[in-house]
């Protein structure tokens, strides 16, 4: 990396870093702390709330999905708007109305200690994991990327990040976030445009979209109502609608963002910029992957994008069968673009017959590719039988090392270090707020001074910072990162929504039914989630937030309803 691109990278991160610290300066309170000075306008809280969703996982491994898979994920955001528009109306003036700190305080007003305990319990124990993903996936890449140390790596994003957090709490991170949004939708779009300008000449943005929906990566939307399937339409607006109502609605590290607003009115439009501007957002994110798989269409990838993997090959008995592996690979790549070429030209001609003919020829050396990557990936495995053979995360990261000029490097991976900063930091001081009001504030040391929780909200996230690294740095890599991240919130997201649901819609259930009805819930949402692992049955994860959710409300029906 060149000298300019460090100094893009670092210099971006110090002002935005500076920049926080500077804003909260005078913050000297604990509800200034926890939920800022709600003075915030709508439109820096539509991009803190977007910022605390796009983790760096979102611009790793979102382009590799589609690079692999086409727009399909791009389902997963369908029912965000129809969530938006349903907390605005119903759940907002709740919030505001009872002037609160977290979401689990109304719960004990409406039920009792106990399920506002457990839900609160819940939180703590699903975000506290993804906080050290959050972490960990952008570190484990970009170290292996940059050439630097994992654990350096993963202790230089969580310090930054725990440093501007415990300084300035929800403030801070509202308002660097605001910042952090800026960089990663400029980065974004500004990629998108050199990597069409990086197209071959004779090749139009026509004729390349036009290639990229004949292979199949532009359909969007499935109708098929299929269970095998983690991305349709039905999984987006049924088990979609239900993870971002959890998420937004009574996750805390979302929570917190629109309770700092100015007004009810503030909050409202924040959110619903959010539903109106995310969904973009992420068609961006997916698309610049397309880009970069028709990029490589033309410009020979490398055999494995994990270029520490290979490296390791390399360095073993098996070079000699990597580099027969490599000759059959760059045969495939000529012959595939070739082929592709000679699509462009029948799709331009209008002849049908060799179009199909040439889709056909295309699958056949696609999967010749497919096959030489996988033996590829069964030597990797034999060197290092701990090594993730799985590539797609490291995609996009590999073109903006190679590829990208100069200057674009470090602003690029400003963005991902940035989205790392932003999502850790709403994680932390969400995790720190939840500790000290719904569980160190309520039940171990109430009727202390304002001062004493202040430092107290300041240990928490100190604690839970320590805790995101420590399990950052003795986590693994999964098959990809964006999925286990929401994996990890549908197993406990319906449950907690179930609970928020009795309470709005079901007035006569009372603490004790909704409370053995969450834990019930919970056994069985994870059971779920562990046979479909097993392979005994094949349920989308994105459904556990329905099923969580409805078998709490359904519980809550056949129980007694006193306490």
């Excluded at 300066?25 to 709330?49: A, E, M």
């Excluded at 270029?307 to 070079?319: C, G, H, I, P, R």
């Excluded at 699509?343 to 999967?367: G, K, Y």
Aim: glycine share 6%.
């Amino acid at each position: 990396m060149s000298t300019i691109d460090w100094i893009i990278m670092l210099g971006t991160l110090l002002v935005i870093v500076l920049y926080g610290v500077w804003k909260t300066r005078n913050v000297d309170s604990v509800k200034s702390y926890l939920l800022g000075d709600k003075d915030l306008p709508w439109w820096t809280i539509g991009l803190s709330v977007m910022a605390t969703q796009a983790s760096a996982i979102t611009f790793l491994s979102t382009p590799g999905k589609a690079y692999d898979d086409g727009l399909g994920f791009a389902q997963f955001y369908f029912g965000l708007p129809v969530a938006m528009v349903f907390l605005c109306i119903f759940v907002l003036p709740i919030y505001y109305r009872l002037n609160i700190y977290t979401a689990y305080e109304y719960l004990e007003g409406r039920f009792d200690l106990k399920t506002r305990t457990l839900t609160a319990i819940l939180f703590l124990v699903q975000r506290g994991l993804a906080a050290g993903i959050t972490i960990f996936a952008p570190a484990i890449i970009l170290s292996n990327i940059l050439g630097w140390d994992l654990n350096l790596t993963i202790l230089f994003i969580g310090l930054i990040v725990i440093f501007y957090t415990v300084l300035g709490g929800t403030k801070a991170v509202s308002v660097t976030q605001k910042q952090q949004m800026i960089i990663i939708l400029s980065g974004l779009i500004v990629a998108a445009i050199i990597i069409t300008g990086q197209l071959p000449s004779d090749i139009s943005f026509a004729d390349a979209l036009n290639v990229a929906g004949k292979m199949e990566k532009l359909e969007v939307v499935n109708f098929d109502f299929d269970l095998s399937n983690r991305y349709t339409f039905w999984t987006g607006m049924l088990g979609g609608t239900f993870l971002f109502l959890s998420y937004f609605g009574t996750d805390q590290s979302q929570v917190q963002r629109y309770l700092s607003g100015k007004s009810l009115s503030e909050s409202r439009l924040g959110l619903l910029f959010n539903g109106l501007v995310k969904v973009p957002m992420q068609f961006l994110v997916l698309f610049t992957g397309i880009l970069v798989f028709l990029f490589f269409q033309f410009t020979k990838p490398p055999i494995h994008f994990n270029k520490a993997n290979l490296d390791k090959v390399e360095n073993s008995t098996y070079q000699v069968e990597l580099e027969q592996y490599q000759s059959d690979f760059d045969a495939v790549f000529e012959k595939k673009e070739a082929e592709i070429r000679n699509l462009v030209n029948a799709i331009n001609s209008e002849n049908t017959a060799e179009i199909t003919q040439s889709q056909s020829r295309i699958s056949s050396l696609m999967r010749q590719d497919s096959v030489i990557r996988a033996n590829v990936d069964g030597i990797i495995a034999k060197v290092d039988p701990q090594a993730k053979t799985k590539d797609s995360d490291y995609v996009f990261i590999n073109y903006v090392m190679n590829y990208l000029p100069i200057g674009m490097v470090g602003l690029l991976l400003a963005v991902i270090f940035s989205a790392a900063m932003s999502s850790t930091a709403s994680e932390l001081n969400a995790l720190a707020t939840t500790t000290v009001v719904d569980i160190y504030k309520r039940s171990i040391a109430p009727e202390k001074s304002d001062k004493h929780y202040l430092n107290a909200s300041k240990g928490f996230t100190i604690l839970w910072g320590a805790i995101a690294l420590s399990f950052a740095l003795v986590a693994d890599l999964f098959d990809n990162l964006i999925e286990l991240v929401n994996i990890i919130g549908s197993l406990f997201y319906g449950v907690i929504l179930g609970v928020f649901m009795v309470a709005f819609f079901m007035k006569k259930v009372q603490g004790n039914t909704v409370f053995v009805a969450a834990i019930i819930t919970q056994f069985i949402v994870t059971s779920i989630y562990i046979l479909d692992r097993m392979g005994y049955i094949e349920i989308p994860y994105l459904f556990l937030n329905l099923i969580g959710c409805v078998l709490v409300m359904i519980f809550c029906l056949f129980q007694p309803s006193k306490t």
